[in-house]
């Protein structure tokens, strides 16, 4: 049996009197896809900033391939293999798509200061490396006829596959994607659904997943962990937090099945 790739063990956080996450745990197993739900202010962005290290938590702890992450400066998550997107897109607008997927490829080269001030041979090298990954990226998530045009001038639903394709370049294990669906169409909803199957598919990364569009967490997640008010009320597959008493009473709504 495969150790599981995410551990969330009693995580608890609290800012000032409010309780954000209420001693939640729950795990990942390799090549998944977990979603995440509930209401507004249930706790999802407040946990997923505590695995991207922007929070620390006041107790309990956080195990990605069975090594607590909690110890880690922020910078060195990506290292460590978890890659993320975020619902307020974090690109940079004057950039070209390439630009900005090539920014994603950095943690995977040991380059320093000295050696880039100087143009060492190594820093060419690693260039060249940087851009044949973040090509690769663009193709596969069929962003090569934009791969040129400055990101300002680009769709929503185009810059949000920018920013996938810029989390695929950082080589993760795990990956975070926070309301991917968020602006996005019927028709760009689809199309997202079916590129993150194929990513699972295709490269064996386990995907958590932060989404109010319920159609997309139910049609895809092997799993499914319902919050509110910082607490977990439910854990699952899709079919069993369809049915769940907490979770349609505090989320899905009277009419849920």
């Keep these: 049996m495969h150790p599981k790739i995410l551990e969330i063990r009693d995580l608890t956080i609290q800012f000032g009197g409010v309780v954000a996450l209420d001693g939640v745990s729950f795990d990942m197993d390799p090549a998944t896809i977990l979603g995440l739900i509930g209401p507004n202010g249930a706790g999802k962005t407040t946990l997923f900033n505590c695995l991207s290290r922007l929070y620390n938590p006041d107790s309990g702890d956080v195990l990605f391939q069975e090594t607590s992450i909690l110890q880690m400066a922020s910078h060195r998550i990506v ?3 978890i890659g993320r997107t ?5 690109l940079f607008g004057s950039l070209s798509v390439l630009d900005n997927v090539r920014i ?3 943690s995977r080269f040991n380059g320093s200061f000295l050696s880039d001030a100087f143009y060492f041979p190594s820093t060419g090298r690693n260039e060249k490396a940087a851009e044949i990954i973040a090509r690769e990226a663009i193709d596969y998530l069929g962003l090569g006829p934009v791969a040129n045009r400055r990101i300002s001038d680009l769709p929503f639903g185009t810059q949000k596959r920018v920013e996938l394709a810029r989390s695929l370049a950082t080589n993760p ?3 975070l994607l926070d309301e991917p669906a968020c602006g996005l169409n019927h028709e760009e909803v689809e199309e997202l659904s079916s590129v993150i199957l194929q990513i699972r598919r295709d490269r064996g990364i386990a995907i958590l997943l932060v989404e109010h569009h319920m159609a997309l967490v139910m049609s895809i997640s092997d799993k499914v962990v319902a919050l509110n008010f910082g ?3 439910g854990e699952g597959t899709p079919t069993e937090i369809r049915s769940h008493p907490e979770v349609i009473a505090a989320y899905l709504g009277a009419e849920a099945p």
């Excluded at 975020?86 to 974090?90: E, I, K």
């Design 104 to 106: 994603g490829t950095h």
């Design 173 to 175: 294990k795990l990956l």
């Design 231 to 233: 607490k977990k009320i």
């Design 86 to 90: 975020f619902q307020n897109l974090a």
């Design 79 to 81: 290292d460590a293999g």
